[in-house]
Protein backbone atom coordinates (compact mmCIF):
# COMPACT_ATOMS: atom_id res chain seq x y z
CA UNK A 1 0.00 0.00 0.00
CA UNK A 2 1.40 3.70 -0.82
CA UNK A 3 1.62 6.51 1.73
CA UNK A 4 -1.03 8.00 -0.03
CA UNK A 5 -3.86 4.91 0.10
CA UNK A 6 -2.87 5.27 3.83
CA UNK A 7 -3.41 8.60 4.22
CA UNK A 8 -7.14 8.65 2.36
CA UNK A 9 -7.92 5.20 4.73
CA UNK A 10 -6.44 7.41 7.69
CA UNK A 11 -9.11 10.28 6.83
CA UNK A 12 -11.97 7.81 6.03
CA UNK A 13 -11.60 6.31 9.29
CA UNK A 14 -11.06 9.61 11.13
CA UNK A 15 -14.23 11.13 9.16
CA UNK A 16 -16.11 7.59 10.12
CA UNK A 17 -14.99 8.73 14.08
CA UNK A 18 -15.79 12.55 13.60
CA UNK A 19 -19.43 11.75 12.18
CA UNK A 20 -20.40 7.97 14.18
CA UNK A 21 -18.64 8.37 17.26
CA UNK A 22 -17.96 11.97 18.26
CA UNK A 23 -17.08 10.98 21.51
CA UNK A 24 -13.82 9.14 20.85
CA UNK A 25 -12.51 12.39 19.03
CA UNK A 26 -11.15 13.43 22.28
CA UNK A 27 -8.85 10.72 21.35
CA UNK A 28 -7.45 11.58 18.26
CA UNK A 29 -5.00 14.22 19.40
CA UNK A 30 -3.56 11.55 21.44
CA UNK A 31 -2.71 9.36 18.85
CA UNK A 32 -1.19 11.90 16.25
CA UNK A 33 1.56 11.94 18.77
CA UNK A 34 2.56 8.36 16.77
CA UNK A 35 3.14 10.70 13.76
CA UNK A 36 6.70 13.06 13.18
CA UNK A 37 7.01 16.28 14.26
CA UNK A 38 8.76 19.23 13.23
CA UNK A 39 8.77 22.14 10.53
CA UNK A 40 8.55 21.24 6.94
CA UNK A 41 11.73 20.62 6.28
CA UNK A 42 12.11 18.13 8.94
CA UNK A 43 9.44 16.33 9.21
CA UNK A 44 9.15 12.99 7.23
CA UNK A 45 6.52 10.41 7.05
CA UNK A 46 6.85 6.94 7.09
CA UNK A 47 5.07 4.46 6.21
CA UNK A 48 5.26 2.65 9.22
CA UNK A 49 4.58 5.36 11.19
CA UNK A 50 0.97 6.01 8.54
CA UNK A 51 0.34 2.30 8.99
CA UNK A 52 0.36 2.13 13.15
CA UNK A 53 -2.05 5.41 13.07
CA UNK A 54 -4.36 3.77 10.94
CA UNK A 55 -4.02 0.83 12.97
CA UNK A 56 -4.57 3.35 16.18
CA UNK A 57 -7.41 4.99 14.95
CA UNK A 58 -9.04 1.54 13.67
CA UNK A 59 -8.84 -0.22 17.29
CA UNK A 60 -10.02 2.90 19.11
CA UNK A 61 -13.22 2.75 16.66
CA UNK A 62 -13.52 -0.96 16.56
CA UNK A 63 -12.82 -1.49 20.49
CA UNK A 64 -15.80 1.11 21.29
CA UNK A 65 -18.06 -0.26 18.79
CA UNK A 66 -17.31 -3.67 20.41
CA UNK A 67 -18.65 -2.29 23.81
CA UNK A 68 -21.53 -0.16 22.76
Known amino acids: ?6 L ?9 IEDNYPELQKY ?13 NEASLDKNDLEKYLNELKEIRDKYKEKH
Open 1 to 6: MKNTDI
Open 8 to 16: AEISSVTRD
Open 28 to 40: LSETRSTLPNGSN
